[in-house]
C-alpha cells in the first residue's frame, strides 16, 4: 500500500496543477489501491470462512463491496467526465 501511496504522490509531482492530466493520474492511482484493497480484504474474508468464523466473514464480506462499489464510481467519474475532457483539449 506504501507503494501504490508514493506512486500517487510521485503523479502529482509530475503533473501541473489544475490539470486533467494530474487528474486522470489521480483517479488511475486511485483505483489501484481500490483493486488492492479488494484483493487483500477478499483474501481476509477467504481465510475467515476457511476457519469457520461465520459471524467475521460476514462482517469482513461488506469491506470489499464497498471497495468495489468505489472503483466503480471512479470508474464512471473517468469515463463520464474526466477522460473525455483530458483527452478532447
Ligand atoms: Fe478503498
Known amino acids: 500500500m506504501e507503494g501504490r501511496t508514493k506512486q500517487g504522490e510521485s503523479i ?3 503533473t501541473e496543477d489544475n ?4 487528474d486522470v ?3 488511475m492511482a486511485a483505483q489501484k489501491v481500490e483493486h ?6 477478499g483474501g481476509q474474508v477467504s481465510l475467515a470462512e476457511t ?8 462482517i469482513l464480506s461488506q469491506t470489499p463491496v464497498e471497495e ?4 466503480v464510481r471512479l470508474t464512471e467519474i473517468a469515463k463520464n467526465h ?3 475532457a483530458a483527452t478532447n483539449l
Open 12 to 14: 502529482v509531482e509530475e
Open 19 to 22: 490539470t486533467l492530466t494530474r
Open 25 to 27: 493520474g489521480i483517479i
Open 36 to 41: 488492492y484493497e479488494i484483493v487483500t480484504y
Open 51 to 58: 476457519m469457520g468464523l461465520t459471524e467475521a466473514t460476514a
Open 68 to 71: 468495489k462499489e468505489t472503483d
Open 82 to 84: 474526466i477522460n473525455w
